[in-house]
């Protein structure tokens, strides 16, 4: 399962050397799980790793393959939304950064970050061999609670909020 991401994203570390791979390689160990786990909204606060305008031609074809066949889980019209987003605030601003081990049946994470969306991928539990991935959308987020929202936001209802 999930082969073409785990592959790709180790082919894309692999790429990167020298002080670049220092700056990709944001922990030497992987997280538990996924960063965001089940919380309402996504907050990672600024990206960390290492940014596609700093890439090689090489690197940001692999970085962009990569956020596609993310994006291609959804329904076409879906995955050119996203993908059209993403495009709109500036490809040029989505970062890659890895942590844990580079080799397969190592512990290992990835988080691809962008100004509108976070993909993290978390290969840790059962010796390396149960995978977590999700893709969240910092706008419209599987978490958020709209109805609260309004009532933290309108003047009218701020007293049921409390």
């Known amino acids: 399962m999930l082969a073409a991401e785990e592959g790709k994203g180790r ?10 791979r220092q700056k990709v390689l944001i922990n030497v160990s992987a997280p538990a799980d996924i960063v965001t786990s089940a919380s309402r ?3 990672l606060g600024a990206p960390v790793g290492v940014p596609l305008r700093e890439m090689t031609q090489e690197q940001e ?3 962009t393959d990569l956020i596609e066949e993310y994006a291609h889980r959804l329904r076409k019209e879906l995955a050119d939304e996203e993908l059209s987003k993403l495009r709109a605030a500036g490809l040029e601003n989505v970062y890659f950064a890895w942590a844990g081990g580079s080799e397969p049946g190592q512990p290992h994470y990835y ?3 962008g100004p509108t969306f976070v993909v993290e991928y978390d290969n840790t539990q059962d010796n390396a061999n149960h995978i977590h991935t999700v893709w969240r959308d910092f706008d419209h987020d599987f978490g ?3 109805l609260r929202a309004h009532y933290l936001t ?3 209802h701020r007293h049921l909020a409390r």
């Open 11 to 20: 082919a894309l570390l692999k790429t990167f050397t020298g002080t670049s």
């Open 41 to 43: 909204k996504a907050q």
């Open 61 to 63: 074809k692999m970085l």
């Open 111 to 113: 988080r691809i970050q």
């Open 144 to 146: 958020l609670d709209p």
């Open 154 to 156: 309108s003047p009218h």
